[in-house]
Structure formats: structure tokens, C-alpha cells
């Protein structure tokens, strides 16, 4: 892992690339991973393994955002590409899988030109390791990405070992991120975002809002679609969990119950709602609930009535 550990801690995936500063020791390691290095067509390179960012192509930190894309473009066409990117070559003959600077081959795509790349034989554990060790080379994952990026490793078939490894988790840690991936619903927090100054407590809270049943993924929506588009993504956070924290207090006496998995009846002083979701499991039954709901409803309003009008019958036969 030395020349990969090497070059990992001079790619610093920042909007204009920076001439690396290579210390005397370092650069016997550099020197015997230069023969790896070589220029690449872009359409031979495919994207590998779990995604680490909301939005790859979008900077983290709100300050960073704006022109960065356009800034690394300008940058590569005036002064060349001085950061390679690390690749592994596929099962394809021929073809390669990026293992990081995504933002690198896009411009070099974008471009028109040839790719610098680091070409490395890596198995899975290893590429992802490197991933895990580049981010922390450049910018650090906020924790709602890294919770996202630890569930991705999960969902491709790696154990917990190896996400604590890329990830340089305690037990506990990965436990506090996994917690936060299993209550807030992945729409809900796409729509929010990285929320780079967010951290563990405020997303940890937005969880516990959705375990205790105190927001719902559709109600959550609702929030931040109406919030405006001019908040950044900390900001979108603080007014979900502000908005929910009001709700809470003032719909109080609201109960929820969940009779099958994907169905939630909401029941409170001024309504009855009932929410099914049309995706997963219950996709199918929705689907039947919206040809079938205006008969349901007909004919359980007719049951009330011969009910009513039984208990009405009842109740003058007990009075006479």
C-alpha cells in the first residue's frame, strides 16, 4: 500500500490543482508507483463501487460551491492534469474501473482529452480502502456522507470490519451512523443533503423524530419542499428539525399506527389520513388501494350507516 498511500496523500481533489510538494523521503515511494502512471481515454474508464458523496460532482462545503467544476476545467486545460487519478483494471479486457477522482475524469471527458491515471491492480477491500484513505487526504466526509457511504459498503456485500476500516470507525461509531441510515428515509435526506456542519447530534435528533413517529417521510417532504431553494443544505437540517419540533407541540394528540409494513394511519383531532408508499414492498398494494380506495370507502360508509342505524333502532326499542 505504500506508492497507493503515497499518491493518495498528494491527490487533493480541489477546484484548481496544486503542484504537490514531495518531501525527500517520500519520493523513492513515489518513484516506484510512476511506472503506473499513463494517460488513459476517458470512454475506457467506468465508475466502480459505493458512492462516498451526495453528489460527486458537487463540492461538500457550501463556501466551495458555485464555479468549482467549471474553476478544475479551466485549470486542466490551461495547465495540464498535475493530480492523476487511481484506477484498476476490469474484467474487460481493455477496460478500467475508477476508483477515485471522479471529478478529474469528468473534466477530462468534458475536455475532450486523455486521463493521468494511476493504474493499480486492487482487490475490493483494498480500492476501498484507498477511497476511504484519499478522502481523508482532501476533505472530510460530513457525517450524514459518510453514514450513506458506510451503508453503500454494507449494501455491496462487505462486513462491518471493513467499513470501520475505510472509514476509521469505532464499533460505537458505526453504530451512531447506522442509526441515522435505517430511520431517515434516503429521500429525506437526499433533499436535505451533505450538511457539512451538521453533525452527529442534530442528525441523530432528525432520527429520532422518524423512530418515535413524530415525522413521517411524506410529512418531511412537505417541510423542506416548502422551505424555500435559498437555504443551503445545514440550513434545510436546522429548518426540518425546527418545523418538526413544531409540529410536535401543536398536533400533540396526534397517534399513528402502522397496521402492515408501508401503511401509516394518522389519526388526530381534525383528520384521519391514511399513507401508503409506492415503493418497496407495499408498491404493489398501493397501486390496488388507488383502483379499489373509492369502493372501500363507499362501502365502509355504508357499513357505518347500518350500524348507526341499528344502534338508533336499539336504543328507541330500549326506550319505549
Not at 117 to 124: M, T
Request: aromatic share 4%.
Amino acid at each position: 500500500m505504500s506508492g497507493i498511500a503515497n499518491t493518495i496523500a498528494r491527490s487533493a481533489d480541489t477546484s484548481v490543482e496544486r503542484h504537490p510538494r514531495i518531501s525527500a523521503p517520500a519520493l523513492g515511494a513515489l518513484q516506484g508507483s510512476l511506472a503506473s502512471i499513463r494517460e488513459i481515454d476517458p470512454a475506457l474508464i467506468d465508475d466502480w463501487g459505493p458512492v462516498d458523496r451526495l453528489d460527486e460532482f458537487t463540492a461538500v462545503n457550501d463556501d466551495d460551491d458555485g464555479d468549482g467544476f467549471e474553476t478544475l476545467m479551466t485549470s486542466i486545460r490551461d495547465q495540464g492534469q498535475q493530480v492523476p487519478i487511481l484506477v484498476r483494471r476490469s474484467k474487460v479486457e481493455g477496460r478500467y474501473e475508477a476508483v477515485y477522482g471522479r471529478r478529474r475524469l469528468k473534466a477530462c471527458r468534458e475536455l475532450g482529452i486523455k486521463v493521468r491515471a494511476n493504474v493499480q491492480d486492487l482487490d475490493d477491500q483494498t480500492a476501498l480502502l484507498a477511497k476511504g484513505l484519499e478522502n481523508a487526504a482532501r476533505r472530510n466526509l460530513s457525517f450524514y456522507e459518510r453514514a450513506r457511504f458506510a451503508e453503500a459498503i454494507l449494501a455491496a456485500g462487505h462486513d462491518t470490519a471493513t467499513v470501520r476500516q475505510v472509514l476509521n470507525l469505532t464499533a460505537p461509531g458505526l453504530s451512531h451512523l447506522t442509526k441515522v441510515t435505517q430511520a431517515v428515509p434516503a429521500k429525506v435526506g437526499a433533499m436535505i443533503g451533505a450538511a457539512p456542519k451538521s453533525g452527529r447530534p442534530k442528525w441523530t435528533a432528525l432520527a429520532d423524530l422518524f423512530l418515535t413517529s413524530k415525522l413521517t417521510e411524506a410529512s418531511a417532504i412537505q417541510i423542506l419542499k416548502t422551505s424555500g431553494d435559498n437555504l443551503n443544505s445545514d440550513n434545510r437540517l436546522d429548518r426540518l428539525l425546527h418545523e418538526a419540533a413544531k409540529r410536535g407541540a401543536r398536533h400533540g394528540s396526534i397517534q399513528e399506527s402502522t397496521p402492515v409494513d408501508g401503511v401509516t394511519i394518522r389519526s388526530g383531532r381534525g383528520s384521519v389520513s391514511l399513507t401508503v408508499k409506492r415503493n418497496g414492498a407495499s408498491a404493489p398494494f398501493a397501486a390496488w388501494l388507488d383502483n379499489h380506495l373509492a369502493d372501500l370507502i363507499k362501502q365502509s360508509y355504508e357499513d357505518f350507516l347500518n350500524e348507526n342505524d341499528a344502534t338508533t333502532t336499539q336504543q328507541k326499542g330500549s326506550g319505549r
